[in-house]
C-alpha cells in the first residue's frame, strides 16, 4: 500500500491495536509500552527514512533545525554548520552537509528537533494528539549510523513514543531513577550506577515504544543504520495548577504583606511563618472555589498551543479608511472588561485590547457596518487602521463591499 492509499494517520493508528481507553489505564505514566506490528511501511504516510534524506539534504534547514550529537553530548554548532554572506547580510546556521556526512560516519547521530513545525504529516499527527492530550507535544527525528550508539543512558521529563522508520535499534529500559520527574528535574548521571534492565528490545520498522518519563534507557544500532521519529508529550502537572494559585495569591492583600522583620534571623519567627501559611492556605482555598481559577487556567494552557499551519496570499488590498467592514453577529463574540482591560471572547479566544479604544470598540458594535473613518476613536486615523487591520486578521472584522 502506497501513502496516498493509507490516507491521513490519525492519533488511533500510533497505539494500535491498543486503544486509548486501555493506554490510558493500563500504561500511561505507569509502565512501558512495546508494540512490535511486523509491518515496516506502517509510518510511509508520516515519514519515512527517504524524507529524513530529503529534508537534511535540502537548503532550507538552519541550526538549531539540525543537530549533531555523539556520546550523549551535542556538537557545537560551527563544527558542522556556516555562515553565507548575502551581500551586507548573512544566512547563519547553513549546515555543511559534507561534514555533517563526516560526522555522521564516524558515528553522530543527526537530530531534528520540532520536526513538526516543518513536517506537514508530522504537524497533523502532533495537533491530534494535543487535541487527545491536552499537554503540548512536538516531533524529533533522529538518524544513527550502523553500529552505534545513540545517547547515553538518561531519562526525559517528557512522555515519549518512539516510531521506528527505517532500520532496527537496540533499547535497554532501566527502572526509573526518579518517578515522573517534573520537567525542571533533568537527568543528572552524577552517582547513578545502572541497574539490570526492565527491558532488552529490537525496536524494527512500524514498530512503536512507549515510555513513561522518568525510565532510564539507552539504544544502540547493529550493522544497519536506524532512523525514527521521538514524539514527546510535555505534560501539565499539578506543580503548574498550584503554580497558578500562587499567582492568584498576588490578589489577596493579606499575601502581599511582607513577612516579619527578621524572619530569617530570628528563630521564634519560625513558627509564626508555619502557623500564618497554614491560616493563609485556607484564603486560597476561596480562590480554587471561584471558577474564574480554573477557567483562567484552561485559557493560559489552549493560548499557548501552536497555531495551525498558516498560509501566505499574496492577493491582498490594504483595509483603508473607507473600506467598509463588518462585525460577526452579537451571539458570536462577547465584550467584557477585567483589571481595567477591555476583553474580546471570538471564536474560542480571547484578546486584550489597548487601553482607551473602548469607545470605539462600543461604535464598532453599534453600527455593525462601518468604515473606519467613521468610528469614534481619541486614537485618529492611524490609531483606527492599527484596530481594524489587527481586529480582520484575527478574523472579527470581514470585507462589507
Known amino acids: 500500500m502506497n501513502r496516498a492509499e ?18 490510558f489505564r493500563e500504561h500511561w505514566e505507569r509502565k512501558p509500552l512495546h508494540l512490535p506490528r511486523g509491518d515496516p511501511d506502517y509510518y510511509d504516510s508520516v515519514l519515512t527514512n527517504a524524507d529524513l534524506d530529503g529534508i537534511i539534504s535540502s537548503a532550507d534547514l538552519r541550526y538549531p533545525a539540525i543537530q549533531l550529537a555523539r556520546n550523549g553530548a551535542y556538537l557545537p554548532a560551527e563544527a558542522y554548520t556556516t555562515n553565507i554572506k548575502h551581500g551586507t547580510e548573512s544566512f547563519a546556521g547553513v549546515p555543511d552537509l559534507r561534514q555533517i556526512q563526516s560526522e555522521y560516519g564516524s558515528g553522530a547521530t543527526v537530530v531534528l528537533p520540532a520536526l513538526q513545525r516543518t513536517w506537514a504529516p508530522l504537524r497533523r499527527l502532533c495537533a491530534a494528539l494535543e487535541d487527545r492530550f491536552s499537554h503540548p507535544v512536538h516531533a524529533n527525528g533522529y538518524l ?13 521529563t517528557h512522555e515519549v513514543l518512539v516510531l521506528q522508520i527505517a532500520g532496527s535499534k537496540r533499547w535497554h529500559v532501566f527502572p526509573p531513577s526518579r518517578p515522573l520527574p517534573h520537567r525542571s528535574q533533568s537527568f543528572t548521571p552524577l552517582g547513578y550506577v545502572l541497574p539490570p534492565p526492565l527491558l532488552e528490545l529490537e525496536l524494527n520498522p512500524g514498530d512503536l515504544l512507549y515510555l513513561p518519563r ?11 543504520h536506524s532512523a525514527h521519529v521521538t514524539i514527546g508529550i510535555t505534560v501539565y502537572t ?17 499575601l502581599r504583606a511582607a513577612l ?11 513558627e509564626t511563618l508555619r502557623k500564618n501559611l497554614l491560616q493563609y492556605l485556607d484564603l486560597l482555598r476561596d480562590n480554587i472555589d471561584s471558577p474564574q481559577f480554573i477557567e483562567g487556567f484552561l485559557q493560559k494552557v489552549n493560548s499557548a498551543r501552536a497555531r495551525p499551519q ?24 462577547r465584550l467584557l472588561t477585567e483589571s481595567g482591560r477591555v476583553m474580546l471572547e471570538f471564536a474560542g479566544k480571547k484578546f486584550a485590547l489597548p487601553d ?12 455593525r457596518s462601518f468604515r473606519p473613518v467613521e468610528l ?10 492599527t484596530l481594524v487591520r489587527y481586529l480582520y486578521g484575527e478574523g472579527f472584522l470581514t470585507r462589507a463591499d
Open 144 to 156: 544513527t549510523p550502523g553500529n552505534s550508539p545513540g545517547f547515553t543512558p538518561h531519562y526525559d
Open 238 to 254: 499539578w506543580v503548574e495548577l498550584f503554580g497558578e494559585l500562587a499567582n492568584a495569591a498576588k490578589d489577596i492583600t493579606a
Open 214 to 224: 522518568g525510565y532510564v534507557h539507552a539504544a544502540h544500532t547493529s550493522q544497519g
Open 376 to 385: 469614534a476613536s481619541p486614537l485618529g486615523n492611524d490609531g483606527r487602521l
Open 356 to 367: 482607551g479604544i473602548r469607545v470605539t470598540i462600543d461604535d464598532m458594535c453599534r453600527r
Open 260 to 270: 516579619p522583620p527578621g524572619f530569617a534571623a530570628r528563630d521564634e519567627l519560625k
Open 6 to 23: 493509507r490516507g491521513a494517520f490519525d492519533a488511533a493508528a500510533l497505539i494500535a491495536p491498543l486503544g486509548f481507553d486501555a493506554f
Open 310 to 333: 498558516e498560509t501566505f496570499n499574496s492577493e491582498v488590498t490594504v483595509i483603508g479608511l473607507q473600506t467598509r467592514l463588518k462585525i460577526p453577529d452579537p451571539s458570536e463574540y
